[in-house]
């Protein structure tokens, strides 16, 4: 990395503190440039990349590099951090401040592990964590989807219309088999929870603020449930 690309990376880490600063580093022409972008996680310790800014960057380069900033903060990646970098594509450099520690990362087969993994809303959350499951127990791939924070109190209904979409049917509750989905309505106005059902009364799920594990379903979860889905492929 030049000098110059590690001041700029620098000095936007330091001018977004305490919230995490997102760039790119581009190469056009042999030449290395750092191309700082707009955060628009609504959380302090995540960030997501402006789609705009992400296509302004690759108008200026090959993309090489994802740059993201952890505020007070190890370098170190998170969970979600490698599931993003595998997402992206790219390496990624993350840069500790005001510590100024460093720390690359690039794409290399990593999966978050269904069990124990740290809720970061749209990389590592309940829906992250269906299509995970889908992928590596029945080798289904569902369809992502776009989900900004708090999706369900801004009108959206994204579950009941997006597990349509990747095609899913309404199923009654007497007749979960394994491997169906439960949806759930948590403190919201919308349908916004989802999990996997084991069998034996057992699912498997990602609540906000929590790691993700197995659950009974059952009391709070059966009470606060609304819709049972079965995919095509199981029917």
């Known amino acids: 990395m030049k000098p110059k690309t590690f001041a700029d990376i620098k000095a936007h880490a330091e001018a977004e503190f305490p919230r995490e600063c997102c760039g790119i580093i581009t190469i056009r022409k042999g030449k290395e440039t750092y191309v700082p972008c707009r955060n628009i996680s609504a959380g302090v310790d995540q960030f997501s990349i402006h789609p705009e800014d992400y296509a302004a ?15 007070n903060g190890s370098p170190s990646p998170s969970q979600a951090d490698r599931v993003g970098c595998e997402a992206s594509g790219v390496p990624w450099f993350i840069i500790g401040f005001p510590s100024l520690e460093t720390y690359e990362l690039a794409p290399s087969g990593y999966a978050a592990p269904l069990i124990g993994r740290v809720f970061s809303h749209g990389v590592l959350d309940c829906y992250s964590l269906i299509r995970d499951y889908y992928r590596q127990e029945l080798r289904l791939e569902l369809p992502d989807f776009e989900r900004e924070n708090e999706w369900w109190l801004k009108g959206q209904d994204l579950y009941r219309e997006n597990f349509k979409k990747a095609g899913f049917s309404p199923i009654a509750v007497e007749d979960l ?3 169906d989905v439960i949806l759930m309505q948590i403190s919201a106005p919308k349908t916004n929870h989802g999990a996997v059902y084991l069998g034996d009364g057992k699912i498997l799920h990602h609540p906000m603020n929590r790691l993700s594990g197995r659950d009974v379903f059952g009391g709070f979860w059966l009470k606060n449930a609304t819709v049972f889905l079965r995919h095509e492929a199981l029917a």
């Open 177 to 179: 088999r394994p491997h």
């Open 57 to 71: 960057a690759e108008d200026r380069g090959s993309i090489v590099k994802i740059v993201h900033s952890h505020p």
